[in-house]
């Protein structure tokens, strides 16, 4: 019995499903859980002592990679101070400053500690300026696990055995319209059929939980001019791409100013931490301030904002998103290319340091839709034959891969070999 193989019994006997979030589970890839013993720059090392080139990164939360110095450095010198104090800090501050200097279209921000939090109080905040009930999402847009959210979902949700989620009340979900991602005539009718009972459309810039689709041109800025006709907020979901793809948010680069953004794992250097900010009166309608309430104890964390600080100090400094993103079209081009010899289809989209190959899939989805045509049986084969061969993909078929600055080219060189080996033995 191996070590994993131990702890997964273990794991089972306590954990529902054995595991604290379900796509750790493993069960859209056929096998039993990998149980990770420490991460060092690009790889991580199981606890049976194999080591793995991360293309999964914690989900994308790792620009520089595991356990970076400075950021160590920078936790153990705050966690000596004291780990939490329910009390302001001068650490909240500077990061809120930070935060504020990058993203231009954030006049003020609120600390919390996930991106759920962060989108849950997005979404309040936008009904509470708005005094109106209704949000407009995406299909296969994931924006966590809050229950007017939890609404034609994507990434676990999305490949799992039910669609959204049970608890989730009928409701909480009427007041949830759906339209199709890259769709901005549907989008339009479903919005203008809400009306005045519209607060806000919810989006991820460039969609991470259906794979990686990227935004059609003018569907962003379709959705800014739509917001502004309606009365609505425009709120970009950035937990994802923000500070991944360049320094600041990838909003920048569609030349669209949300009224809302949230953000989340890059902001905390690796630890527990999210973010919402936006226009100057409408974070005022939050308590203290205004009447729309939200609270954290740990919001603000002395721990995680010195973490966070420290990652995004290094992140301004040497600006390694180029690299980064060489280093995924390396990869991106690698799975075209072996797929190929292999007479099997797999468009492979990169974006920065973003990639998702879509196994029997010729043309690059566009919508959720698109994404669901992947293979998911020979993802799940995929994922097998790379993990054996020293290589960590996201364990889940709708899921995002990332490259982060500690990958060498000799990861890379392990990458791709093991990318060729992988498709001829399906």
Sequence with gaps: MTRSSELWDRAKAAIPGGVDSPVRAFRNVGRDPIFVAKGA????????????????????????????PEIVEAVRRAAGDGMTYGAATEREVELAETIKRAVPSIDKVRLVSSGTEATMSAVRLARGFAGRTHILKFAGGYHGHVDSLLVAAGSAVATGSVPASAGVTAGTAAEVLVAPF?????????????????????AEPIAGNMGLVQPDPGFLPGLRALCDELGALLILDEVITGFRLRWGAIQDEFGVKPDLTTLGKIIGGGLPIGAFGGRADVMARLAPEGNVFQAGTLSGNPVATAAGLAGLRILERDRPYERMAATAARIADGFVAAAKEAGLPCAT????SMFTPFLGVEAT??????????????????FRAMAERGVYLPPATLEVGFTCAAHTDADVDRVLGAVRESFRAL
């Design 41 to 68: 720059g690009g790889t991580i090392i199981d606890v049976d002592g194999k080591s793995y080139v991360d293309l999964c990164l914690s989900w994308g939360a790792l620009p520089l990679g595991h356990a970076h």
């Design 182 to 202: 890259n769709d901005l005539e549907r989008t339009r009718e479903v919005a203008r059929r809400a009306g005045k009972d519209l607060a806000a459309i919810i």
């Design 349 to 352: 989209p990169h974006r920065g």
């Design 365 to 382: 989805p566009h919508n959720i839709d698109d994404a669901k045509k992947t293979d998911a049986a020979k993802y799940g084969a995929l």
